[in-house]
């Protein structure tokens, strides 16, 4: 009898961007220990092999991921928070960018990263580690931007910048814990009116206005 011989094929290629695009959404919609390996390779249409030369570990495809979806976001609102505009106003379009990128209708509710991994086993103690740094990171940025605004006179000397970062970092993280209970845009939005009314310091904008108060 004639034996039927099966050619193996090549694995499928995959582009690294669209792998870390797919791994991001699926880190974002099930959190880190939500999201198993047999899920990406899946969603990417690969073997794990292919995921493990490509990307190395979950846990580092993970790190990739989360590189690679800041780096989309934190471009804009870098360009923000370090333009020359009256930090009051800088710090208003920063939180309302934020909003809407926790509210975009094509993509998960939330941020990947300001509610990421808060509760997790043991054995994912290191990824709950890197989601901390990286909020603690973006908090840093508002204080550098907030200690400027200190050295321009736009916030009173005394003030602790430390303190007022970590205020409306938690503002942030408090919009994207909202967003993934089912709050719309709009709703965000009244947020950061009322957290706004909390800045200690000049109320300026870039045409001149000044709401001190």
């Not at 034996?3 to 991001?24: C, E, H, Q």
């Not at 220990?33 to 570990?57: C, H, Q, R, V, W």
């Not at 509760?119 to 840093?140: D, I, K």
Request: aromatic fraction near 6%; include cysteine; proline fraction near 4%.
């Amino acid at each position: 009898m004639e034996k039927l011989i099966r050619k193996r094929g090549r694995p499928r290629a995959l582009d690294r961007d669209v792998g870390l695009d797919i791994a991001a959404r699926l880190f974002w919609e099930r959190g880190y220990e939500g999201t198993s390996t047999a899920d990406l390779t899946k969603a990417m249409g690969i073997n794990p092999p292919t995921l493990y030369s490509t990307f190395g570990s979950k846990e580092e495809l993970y790190r990739q991921a989360l590189d690679f979806s800041i780096a989309r976001e934190n471009s804009r609102r870098s360009e923000i928070l370090q333009s020359s505009l009256p930090v009051y106003e800088a710090l208003s379009l920063y939180l309302s960018d934020i909003a809407d990128g926790d509210t975009q209708p094509d993509k998960p509710r939330g941020c990947m990263v300001s509610t990421a991994v808060l509760q997790h086993a043991e054995e994912n103690a290191s990824v709950a580690q890197m989601t901390a740094a990286l909020r603690e990171a973006s908090m840093q940025t508002l204080k550098t931007r907030f200690d400027r605004a200190v050295e321009d006179g736009e916030l009173p000397v005394q003030t602790d910048t430390d303190t007022l970062a970590r205020f409306y970092g938690a503002i942030i993280q408090g919009m994207s814990a909202q967003a993934c209970d089912g709050a719309c845009n709009v709703r965000l939005k009244r947020l950061i009116d009322v957290a706004l009314t909390a800045w200690p310091g000049e109320r300026r904008t870039s045409v001149g206005k000044s709401n001190n108060y």
